[in-house]
């Protein structure tokens, strides 16, 4: 089972803008699909956005479009999302996996990292 780690939540203001790391072996190779996904309490897990490293591709929720990016990096092996315009409805805890959908991941989650967003 593939152990990745997320890191680099925080507290920001509205409209401020932070970077999530995504790390552990294979995470940022090329080899593998890894998803950014948040959870509110007492909500459901949704996707955020994922990628492809072999070939580029990137997924990204309408929830997030235009303000969130992810991207990879082969040499240290880390996944990141960046996020701009923050709002509060941002505000969650967010995991990483490898898998774009939840469904196709069976593994157990990380501890994930908060993002608190205040109006």
């Known amino acids: 089972e593939v152990q990745l780690m997320e890191s680099g939540g925080g507290l920001v203001q509205a409209g401020g803008s932070l970077r999530l790391s995504c790390a552990g072996p294979g995470s940022g190779s090329g080899k593998l699909l890894i998803g950014w996904f948040r959870q509110v309490s007492g909500k459901e897990r949704e996707g955020v956005a994922c990628i492809s490293p072999a070939d580029g591709d990137t997924y990204y929720a309408d929830s997030v479009k235009g303000r969130f990016t992810i991207s990879s990096n082969y040499a240290k092996d880390t996944v990141y999302l960046q996020m701009n315009s923050l709002k509060p409805e941002d505000t969650a805890v967010y995991y990483c996996?490898?898998?774009?959908?939840?469904?196709?991941?069976?593994?157990?989650w990380g501890q994930g990292t908060r993002v608190t967003v205040s109006s």
């Open positions: 996996a490898p898998a774009c959908f939840e469904s196709d991941f069976s593994g157990s």
